[in-house]
């Protein structure tokens, strides 16, 4: 069974088309990097795949499920990560991701939320509000976030804005873990190297459809 099967996605805003057609079948356990310029429908596809933004036209099913009849049941599947990590400012990071495993339905979070923590190394800033955070820090309890309900597809959309050195080396090792673990990442990024660099396919989109796509290998 493939993880994501995407059947003629399109998507516009008003006149415009922001994707013109995007088929794509990942399998369970890929690591596919997604590049594509600025505007080219990279960040589109992946909010729609997570059930963020509703396409105009196709089909898309995460895990057999198709998005569109059971958004609710595909979310359960899915940990996605942008540039907005989707925290709420004024509570710590303890609070977030206690209010993200209630949404979950996760029983008895502390011990995974500590561990997690650990890992992304803000175990020391686990009471301070989250809005004195810089946008590194930010990222780093986003990757938690992220990992939090063990997801089966992880998207990340641009992952390395505006991480230091350190976190970047902490989600390499989370994302080699994930990926070991037979966990399906989809992941979109400038930075060629970092793209490439455990991926198993690669895929370019422009101008809102897929026009490239080979083995990373």
Known sequence: MFALESQDIRKTFGHFTALSGVTLNVESGEFLALFGRNGA??????????????????????????????????????????????????????????????????????????????????????????????????????????????P???????????????AVEILNQMLDEASAAGKTIILTTHDVEQGLRAATRAAIIERGKVVFISSAK
């Open 41 to 150: 429908g990279k960040t589109t596809f992946l909010k729609i795949a997570a059930t963020l933004v509703r396409h105009t036209h196709g089909k898309l099913r995460v895990e057999g499920v198709d998005i569109s009849e059971e958004p609710e049941r595909a979310r359960r599947h899915i940990g996605f990560l942008s540039h907005n990590t989707y925290l709420y400012r004024d509570l710590n990071p303890v609070e977030n991701l206690r209010f993200f495993a209630r949404l979950y339905g996760l029983k008895n979070p502390d011990q995974r939320i500590e561990s997690l923590l650990d890992r992304v190394g803000l175990r020391r800033r686990a009471s301070d509000p989250v809005r004195g955070f810089s946008r590194g820090l930010h990222q780093r309890l986003g990757i938690a976030r992220v990992m939090l309900h063990d």
């Open 152 to 166: 089966s597809l992880i998207l990340l959309d641009e992952p390395y804005t505006g991480l230091d050195a350190n």
